[in-house]
């Protein structure tokens, strides 16, 4: 019964074995394991070869030419391009070449040129210096045309007293279809008294006015279209071309108005100086400035971009300007000339071996004369509006708590006070 058992057991194994499809694997004895480790080791060293070969194989076609993988993925990165809609707010770059024709995207420079020619624009400077300085011819000369009050006015020297009373006139130039409202605000006493103590107070305030008359117009609830602008976007100042170091009338004067406005600086008549006193004399000014925290134009932290300072360096290496003005016209070899005729010679205002007028010219008009008016509303009029703006919510705020009624019936500051003292008694 046993052995027929047994009979049974040996025939039902191997058939399920085969049922389940499983192989009878016998165990490697110990002696064949090392050979089976060292087979796995050579087949993995086998894959590290073949590998390596592909690799350096690539490499080769590479170099040859064959396969480009940079090239293909860069092509992927031309092809998609980002769209805000799909990306979640990433925005792509499109480029002239990518589009599939002329869009006309160029034309808004034109339609902005055409809308400023017809409006025209506003430039308003001041001159400030002693009598004699040549204000009025200088300003002349810059745009070639009798601008200055004192060339508009007969009797100029019986109707204008010399005192510290600013007077302004306008003009409109226009050229090549360019119109430009040019105000000259000139100062005919300053610095011609004896006792000239706070003679740059009524500069000080006309800048200021300027400013509080465009913050008026701004703060209307129905405003103008366009707000004519008063504001002083430049002021050249007149130094005597003494050969000595600043005056101290001249330090004060532009110590305080370099805060408000773009201060010039520019040496008159600079043809009664030499040319050894005229370098000696413009480095002892440019010391003068540096030593007492003097700003002027143009500032190095108003420099946007490389190429702005690299301009602006070689502007702030001439400053000041030693300019010569005059409105009459000379020969010189044949042409005429802008010039100051003597016994030796012309001096040729625009000459640049002569003096540097073409310089302080380029500067005012031909480079920087919207970054003149941008520095003014940005820079000056906005510190202006934010000082003027905190102290009227100050005045505001203060009417509301002196004008606020208290809990026993009195106003103002007194009733706070009264009834924190009553409540300490309390």
Request: proline share 4%; aromatic share 6%; hydrophobic share 30%.
């Amino acid at each position: 019964m046993r052995e027929d058992t047994t009979k049974v057991l040996e025939q039902e194994i191997p058939a399920s074995m085969e049922e389940r499809g499983m192989e009878e694997v016998e165990p490697a004895s110990v002696e064949d394991k090392p050979a089976a480790e060292k087979a796995v080791e050579e087949g993995e060293a086998q894959k590290t070869e073949d590998s390596t070969a592909q690799n350096k194989g690539t490499e080769e076609r590479k170099m040859e030419g064959e396969v480009d993988v940079e090239g293909e993925m860069e092509g992927e990165v031309e092809v998609v391009t980002p769209c805000p809609t799909e990306s979640h707010g990433l925005q792509g770059t499109i480029k002239g070449h990518d589009l599939f024709g002329y869009v006309g995207i160029e034309a808004v420079l034109d339609q902005m040129r055409r809308k400023t020619m017809k409006a025209g624009f506003e430039f308003n400077i001041m001159v400030v210096g002693q009598s004699g300085l040549g204000k009025s011819t200088l300003v002349n000369t810059l745009f070639k045309s009798k601008v200055s009050r004192k060339s508009c006015s007969p009797n100029y020297e019986e109707k204008i007293s010399k005192t510290v009373k600013l007077q302004s006139v306008s003009h409109v130039i226009e050229e090549k279809g360019v119109k430009m409202k040019l105000t000259v605000i000139d100062t005919p006493g300053f610095g011609d008294q004896i006792n000239n103590e706070n003679c740059w107070e009524p500069i000080v305030s006309y800048v200021n006015d300027q400013y509080e008359r465009y913050l008026k117009e701004e703060l209307y609830v129905n405003r103008k279209p366009r707000i004519p602008d008063t504001r002083v976007h430049c002021c050249v100042y007149f130094l005597p071309a003494t050969g000595h170091w600043l005056r101290p009338i001249d330090v004060e004067f532009m110590k305080r108005l370099g805060k408000i406005v773009s201060i010039v600086p520019v040496i008159a008549k600079a043809d009664t100086l030499t040319m050894e006193e005229r370098l000696e004399f413009k480095q002892r000014v440019r010391q003068d400035l540096k030593a007492n925290g003097i700003r002027v134009y143009p500032q190095t932290e108003y420099d946007e971009d490389p190429e702005d300072r690299i301009l602006n360096d070689k502007i702030r290496e001439n400053i000041p300007f030693a300019v010569v003005g005059t409105d009459k016209e000379h020969q010189v070899n044949g042409n005429k000339v802008l010039g100051r005729k003597t016994k030796w010679g012309i001096i040729e205002v625009e000459n640049v071996a002569h003096c540097e007028f073409t310089n302080l010219r380029d500067l005012l008009i031909r480079s920087h004369l919207q970054d003149l008016k941008d520095v003014t509303h940005n820079i000056h009029y906005e510190t202006f509006r934010v000082r003027r703006l905190n102290e009227s919510n100050l005045t505001v705020h203060g009417l509301a708590l002196s004008c606020f009624p208290m809990e026993n019936g009195t106003h103002g500051t007194n009733g706070t006070s009264d009834r924190s003292e009553s409540e300490s008694h309390l």
